[in-house]
């Protein structure tokens, strides 16, 4: 249950749906959020890191999705209130719905987002620390693929399923992304 008033909540919600939902987003906001993007992508990742393997912000990981998503939130929202949601996943669903997404391409986005997110779930279990690198090293390999549930043995398969579903969704997210 909330703290506080409900009438001032609201009040504040209807206020900044202006900003949230712009009624149109003009290619100079775009252009500056793709540029955003990008300065993202070359200097958060940490130095030396595989932008194929980093699992927040590399190459169609957990960030491609998102900003993509949230880019058709800002863009379309305003019209279609299915966007209008905290999930990504929900959020893809409604892009679906409003014909803003192929249901092709909404699924290898949300299939790289999952797995993503699980190895990174799962690297902080097996390592007891967060970690956003999907590990080159066999036997962490190995201790991760465990904990996503895949057979004894099968790390490379993971390895293997991930590599495909981020390849994929970059394509996705590079296709749309400066549309």
């Known amino acids: 249950r909330p703290i506080g008033s409900e009438a001032l909540a609201a009040d504040f919600e209807n206020l900044i749906q202006q900003y949230r939902y712009p009624e149109q987003m003009d290619s100079k906001?775009?252009?500056?959020i793709r540029r955003i993007k990008a300065r993202v992508e070359s200097e958060r990742l940490p130095q030396g890191a595989?932008?194929?393997?980093h699992l927040k912000l590399g190459r169609g990981s957990i960030s491609d999705v998102e900003w993509l998503v949230q880019?058709?939130?800002m863009r379309f929202a305003h019209s279609y209130p299915s966007l209008r949601v905290l999930g990504?996943?929900?959020?893809?669903?409604?892009?679906?719905?409003?014909?803003?997404?192929?249901?092709?391409?909404a699924e290898i986005l949300e299939k790289a987002w999952r797995i993503?997110?699980?190895?990174?779930s799962g690297l902080?279990?097996?390592n007891d620390k967060s970690n956003d690198t999907i590990p080159s090293d066999r036997k962490q390999l190995e201790a991760l693929a465990r904990i996503l549930e895949y057979e004894p043995?099968?790390?490379?398969?993971?390895?293997?399923?991930?590599l495909a579903a981020t390849r994929r969704a970059r394509?996705?997210?590079e296709k749309l992304f400066v549309k």
């Open 29 to 32: 906001a775009l252009l500056e």
């Open 50 to 53: 595989d932008s194929t393997r």
């Open 71 to 73: 880019v058709l939130q």
């Open 88 to 105: 990504t996943v929900q959020a893809l669903q409604g892009c679906v719905s409003e014909k803003l997404l192929e249901q092709s391409d």
């Open 116 to 120: 993503a997110s699980r190895a990174r």
């Open 124 to 126: 902080i279990l097996a």
């Open 153 to 162: 043995g099968r790390a490379s398969l993971l390895e293997e399923d991930y």
């Open 171 to 173: 394509a996705v997210f």
